[in-house]
């Protein structure tokens, strides 16, 4: 398991001294509370935003029913980050990190020893981290995952299929200090029946996306390094 590689100061990565941020939710989160939410989220247990206000406004509405898209103000004077889109990390990285904490039926036991290679030879170890910030994955993703593991898709059709959907970068907050360094901007209202549509047509473009880039694959013969390949080298 890897550590330390892709740590920065946050002021320093980010360019600025404070960072707004938006989160969304069904209902308000004024005050965000260490030690809460689930930890089989992407990065484990943390406070989950992102800088987009429109990707937030999507988040807030898994239903038609109206959110809330909760905005922050991040102070970010001494609190370090970990990037897992650092040059240091490959799509590997990101992977291993996922299966480390999300929640999946994997599939068959060859790609359950997939799974437990990737957790090996590329995980990463997010402690020590303020902040983590990297690639967002929701529920189309893992069928993607299931692929890869079962050797279906290569690592470069992985690698393109990381950015289908535009769901961009995600910063969580995952430390005390991080916590401690956040302050509420106030809460608006995210309409379910504009925002909802919205995040359906995004993931159903990423799902219809990913079966055109798989065909492609196929198409090309299966070229490409698979994980079961990268198993043989090992």
Same mark, same amino acid.
């Given at each position: 398991?890897?550590?330390? $590689? ?24 004024? *005050?965000?509370? %260490? ?5 089989? /989220? ?14 937030? &406004?999507?988040?807030?509405c898994p239903t038609l029913e109206d959110g809330c898209v909760n ?18 990390? &490959? #799509?590997? /990285?990101?992977?291993? #990190?996922?299966?480390?904490? *999300? ?7 060859? &790609?359950? =020893? ?27 993703? @893992? $069928?993607? =995952?299931?692929?890869?593991?079962? /050797? ?10 990381? %950015? ?6 995600? #910063? ?6 991080? @916590?401690? =360094?956040?302050?509420s901007a106030g809460c608006a209202i995210a309409e379910g029946e !504009? ?11 990423? !799902? ?27």
């Open positions: 398991m890897r550590k330390g $590689s892709g740590m920065y100061a946050a002021k320093e990565f980010f360019g600025c001294d404070a960072l707004v941020l938006f989160h969304g939710s069904p209902q308000a989160v004024p *005050r965000p509370q %260490f030690g809460k939410g689930s930890p089989f /989220n992407d990065y484990g247990q943390g406070f989950y935003c992102t800088e987009s206000h429109q990707l937030a &406004s999507e988040w807030a905005e922050y103000l991040l102070e970010l004077e001494g609190l370090s980050l970990l990037d897992l889109a650092a040059p240091e990390y &490959s #799509v590997l /990285n990101w992977l291993a #990190v996922l299966l480390a904490h *999300r929640t999946f039926e994997v599939g068959p036991a060859g &790609s359950v =020893a997939a799974r437990d290679f990737l957790l090996e030879r590329y995980g990463v170890d997010l402690s020590g981290a303020d902040l983590v910030h990297g690639y967002r994955a929701d529920d189309s993703y @893992f $069928s993607i =995952a299931r692929d890869f593991l079962a /050797n279906t898709i290569s690592v470069e059709t992985l690698e393109r299929a990381l %950015f289908l959907g535009g769901l961009g970068y995600q #910063v969580v907050l995952k430390t005390p200090q991080a @916590f401690g =360094a956040l302050s !504009r925002w909802n549509p919205l995040r359906v047509a995004r993931d159903a473009q990423a !799902r219809g996306q990913y079966r055109a880039i798989a065909a492609q694959s196929i198409e090309a013969g299966f070229a490409g390094t698979y994980l079961f390949d990268l198993m043989r080298r090992a």
